[in-house]
């Protein structure tokens, strides 16, 4: 069993940046890829970014392409997301995922990728708020 928290949440204004943190624990860190998920208030979970195990492959949804960077540190279980000129579209419920079943289908399906069941571990989620 994988444990994950996530922290670095809170408010901030338009323009705003803040960094969230994932912090594992229980298994083998590098084993997983990790992904960050979002939810806003009556909205669908959607994916938002990855990060392969050794941290050298990342992907991010468009919309947050130059603006967020992921990044892990393995000997500390950890992976950080980065979030620079925040929007009030960024508003949302923010999670850890981690999965280890990464084989080829990760890398080159963003189906696979982007689907909440490719990953085995959840985090109990940290909200991000952004005001105009």
């Known amino acids: 069993q994988m444990h994950l928290v996530e922290s670095g949440g809170g408010l901030v204004q338009a323009g705003g940046s803040l960094r969230l943190s994932c912090a594992a624990s229980?298994?083998?860190?590098?084993?997983?890829?990790v992904a960050w998920f979002r939810q806003a208030p009556q909205k669908e979970r959607e994916f938002v970014t990855a990060?392969?195990?050794?941290?050298?492959?990342?992907y991010y949804l468009d919309s947050v392409k130059g603006r967020f960077i992921i990044s892990r540190d393995n000997a500390k279980s950890t992976v950080y997301l980065q979030m620079n000129s925040l929007k009030t579209e960024d508003t949302a419920v923010y999670y850890c995922a981690a999965g280890a079943r990464i084989d080829s289908t990760w890398y080159t399906n963003s189906n696979y990728r982007r689907s909440a069941e490719t990953y085995d571990y959840w985090g109990q989620g940290t909200q991000v708020s952004v005001s105009s």
């Open positions: 229980g298994r083998t860190f590098s084993d997983y890829a």
């Open positions: 990060i392969s195990q050794s941290g050298g492959t990342t």
